[in-house]
T-cell receptor, first 114, second 112 residues
Framework: DAGVTQSPTHLIKTRGQHVTLRCSPI?????VSWYQQVLGQGPQFIFQYYEKEERGRGNFPDRFSARQFPNYSSELNVNALLLGDSALYLC?????????????FGDGTRLSIL | SQQGEEDPQALSIQEGENATMNCSYK?????LQWYRQNSGRGLVHLIL?????REKHSGRLRVTLDTSKKSSSLLITASRAADTASYFCATDAETGGFKTIFGAGTRLFVKA
């Protein structure tokens, strides 16, 4: 079975622009989570979606939004990009919501803001 | 802010030696998980230990959990060069919605 896939793998944007990152979960997984990982740090939780509903939100500004589609794929949108948004954005899927499930990660989208 | 903090931040050992990494957290948990990340890649789940468990094994991995001290340790025995990676602990929090909180990680380098 295919693992979690993310697109694009790399992206370069300038300050003030908008970006959309995409994630396809493992087949059968209904939960998708998004993380931001700055170089040298651990992943920071942004959102979790389960059955198309938001189940958790991290400490990120309203410029960050996400949604989950009927096929359980997900998009992360970031508006008014800042230099500090440069990071690796990771998507993870699991069968169900909650912390009892191992999460399966994609290899991320590397976002660079100029 | 990150709930989990790993110690040490970096560790360099020879192949065949054991590697021990520690994680501390701040609030009550239902379970704690350990993940591994190779450079530039996504994280890979290693092991999950529930709050009512004290020790768990998986191959060359041994995880302990001390809820009274709010700490966990990951031991990798007979390390290999391929174990070179960053290792993170992660805990769940369910206040105001669900969150997974990762520590800053331990960077392990195993010399062949």
């Amino acid at each position: 079975d295919a693992g979690v896939t993310q697109s694009p793998t790399h992206l370069i944007k300038t300050r003030g622009q908008h970006v959309t990152l995409r994630c396809s979960p493992i087949s059968g997984h209904k939960s998708v989570s998004w993380y931001q990982q700055v170089l040298g740090q651990g992943p920071q939780f942004i959102f979790q979606y389960y059955e198309k509903e938001e189940r958790g939100r991290g400490n990120f500004p309203d410029r960050f939004s996400a949604r989950q589609f009927p096929n359980y794929s997900s998009e992360l949108n970031v508006n008014a990009l800042l230099l500090g948004d440069s990071a690796l954005y990771l998507c993870a899927s699991s069968h169900r919501t909650g912390g009892t499930q191992p999460q399966h990660f994609g290899d991320g989208t590397r976002l660079s803001i100029l | 802010s990150q709930q989990g903090e790993e110690d040490p931040q970096a560790l360099s050992i020879q192949e065949g030696e054991n590697a021990t990494m520690n994680c501390s957290y701040k609030t009550s948990i239902n379970n704690l998980q350990w993940y591994r990340q190779n450079s530039g890649r996504g994280l890979v789940h290693l092991i999950l230990i529930r709050s009512n468990e004290r020790e768990k094994h998986s191959g060359r991995l041994r995880v302990t959990l001390d809820t009274s001290k709010k700490s966990s340790s990951l031991l990798i025995t007979a390390s290999r060069a391929a174990d070179t990676a960053s290792y993170f602990c992660a805990t769940d929090a369910e206040t105001g919605g669900f969150k997974t909180i990762f520590g800053a990680g331990t960077r392990l380098f195993v010399k062949a």
